[in-house]
């Protein structure tokens, strides 16, 4: 049976809708969300770090997780989406320049919300691993950019609420200016070095990512309250700090889940060059707190380094935006970085 | 012992484990399986030396027996 990512002839509807035959709902995703393996298994994970609560609640969900897949969907209800789905967008592209000629932007309710197959989103699994680790799979859509039809992916999160992590973007095609804070390279040395004088026990580990740098502070533990004061400081995305300091707001079994805290995309965006995140360099004291400096190894910079770095632990195209940011480095810096990556 | 000096032995401990990593992410540079290999699992294993002295240096920093 054809379920493709593009909306259906009127009869064709009109026909699924009438048969009532049904799929397993993994195959409808498979239309719109290109299949992967997980970096993370939270399970094992839960094995080691976590308490009987919070192992209860990760097994529960990774029984649900699997067994979604399988449920039946009604193909009639998923072609339904898919129509109101392009219409929505036909609707909007007709109705938009009027609209905007009078100032009003919207987004039609018909594109953004048809879901009565469950088709237009796959639910995120949320994991408590421990106190200290929380793990999200989270679908996200092609998104800008992105060619017609593409599909988009599920995206896999840690959320580490004791360990900081600061993203930047710099300026480029994927950011709103308001997130760009930072030109390059230099001035996130400059932040972190004036950050690591005032707090002498930070040890900060620093990676280039395709839309800026990102770095963790494994040096000492601190929560988002703590660290609040730190993001205005260090000139951090503000969306970042905004998110970090959110939480999902639920308990099941009085286990939290996705509290407040510094979550990090450890798989690839859909539909782009995406080596998510590069090692280049470390800052401060060489005392870093061996916990966060294990969780972020293991659950951040390993899983990456499998999937994204080849072998070697160097993506090329990390190399490539690396050399561009060059010159604005510290002289230190610039030497450190040819050396470590034979530039 | 002196704090200065746990703090040194952690700091020569950590230093050992980060000269050990990066020369194994090294040797997978030039493409030297088997020596990267040995040399993460040596690293490994001076990440737990750290950890040690690590955590004689913090009890003694906060007091704690």
Redesign the interface.
């Known amino acids: 049976m054809r379920i493709a990512g593009q909306r259906p002839g009127v009869l064709e509807l009109l026909k699924h809708l009438v048969d009532g035959t049904e799929l397993p709902q993994r195959e409808i995703w498979e239309t719109f969300a290109q299949p992967r393996n997980y970096l993370i298994d939270p399970v094992a994970l839960s094995q080691r770090y976590g308490n009987p609560a919070s192992q209860r609640v990760v097994a529960n969900t990774a029984d649900w997780e699997a067994g979604r897949g399988e449920q039946m969907v009604d193909v009639g209800a998923a072609f339904l989406d898919l129509y109101l789905r392009d219409l929505g967008a036909a609707l909007d592209a007709r109705i938009d320049p009027v609209l905007a000629r009078l100032g009003i932007t919207h987004q039609s309710d018909l594109a953004s919300k048809a879901n009565l197959s469950g088709l237009r989103k796959i639910p995120t699994a949320y994991y408590p691993i421990s106190d200290d680790i929380h793990y999200k799979r989270q679908y996200k859509p092609a998104g800008m950019g992105a060619n017609q039809g593409e599909r988009g992916t599920v995206v896999e999160f840690i959320n580490l609420p004791n360990t900081p992590m600061m993203d930047w973007d710099t300026p480029g095609p994927y950011h709103a200016d308001r997130n760009a804070t930072v030109r390059h390279l230099g001035d996130v040395e400059e932040l972190i070095e004036n950050y690591t004088a005032n707090n002498p026990d930070s040890h900060i580990q620093l990676y280039q990512t395709p839309g800026g740098f990102r770095a963790w502070d494994v040096g000492q533990r601190m929560n988002v309250s703590d660290f609040k004061p730190h993001f205005e400081e260090l000139k951090v995305d503000p969306d970042y700090a905004l998110i970090s300091q959110t939480g999902l707001g639920r308990t099941v079994n009085g286990v939290d889940i996705d509290p407040p805290g510094f979550r990090s995309r450890i798989s690839h965006k859909p539909a782009r060059t995406d080596w998510v995140a590069q090692p280049i360099a ?1 800052f401060g004291a ?5 916990t966060s ?2 969780l972020v190894q293991e659950l951040h910079d390993e899983p990456i380094r499998r999937a994204y770095l080849t ?4 993506s090329p195209a990390a190399i490539a935006a690396l050399k561009e940011h060059l010159p604005t480095a510290s002289q230190s810096l610039q030497q450190q970085l040819i050396s ?1 990556f ?1 530039l | 012992m002196p704090l200065a000096q746990l703090k040194l032995l952690a700091e020569q401990a950590f230093d050992l484990h980060d000269h050990l990593y990066n020369a194994s992410m090294t040797a997978a540079i030039r493409g030297d399986r088997s020596t990267s290999d040995r040399l993460h699992f040596v690293a490994k294993k001076a990440l737990s030396r750290y950890e040690r002295r690590y955590h004689a240096y913090s009890r003694a920093k906060t007091g704690s027996s």
């Open positions: 470390t060489r005392t870093p707190d061996p400096y294990r072998q070697s632990g160097v470590r034979a």
